[in-house]
Nanobody
Framework: QVQLVESGGGLVQTGGSLRLSCAASGRTFSSYAMGWFRQAPGKEREFVAHIKWNSGSTYYADSAKGRFTISGNNAKNTVYLQMNSLKPEDAAVYYC??????????????WGQGTQVTVSS
């Protein structure tokens, strides 16, 4: 059983910063990418950022570019999201994601339980 455990969410004022952390644990686990998604009330879950381990390449949603930074450690199965200059529209439940490539060639996603980020105006 693989578990993704997030931490670091909370309440912050507009313009403030938060750092989210995610650690994968459980049986032998490997992924080719880890990242973050978020879901605000009444909206669909959306991509925020992810990192591909083999290349170290990072990808960001337009809303995150220039303000958020993703980093991590493949060997430790950990990923972080540094969020700066937070806006009220960044408020959401943030979910950690780990993507594994199956032998069939399909991808399988693992998800954390989510951590709440609230931004006061």
């Amino acid at each position: 059983q693989v578990q993704l455990v997030e931490s670091g969410g909370g309440l912050v004022q507009t313009g403030g910063s938060l750092r989210l952390s995610c650690a994968a644990s459980g049986r032998t686990f490997s992924s080719y990418a880890m990242g973050w998604f978020r879901q605000a009330p009444g909206k669909e879950r959306e991509f925020v950022a992810h990192i591909k381990w083999n290349s170290g390449s990072t990808y960001y949603a337009d809303s995150a570019k220039g303000r958020f930074t993703i980093s991590g450690n493949n060997a430790k199965n950990t990923v972080y999201l540094q969020m700066n200059s937070l806006k009220p529209e960044d408020a959401a439940v943030y979910y950690c994601n780990a993507r594994k490539r199956l032998i069939t060639g399909d991808d399988y996603d693992y998800w954390g339980q989510g951590t709440q980020v609230t931004v006061s105006s």
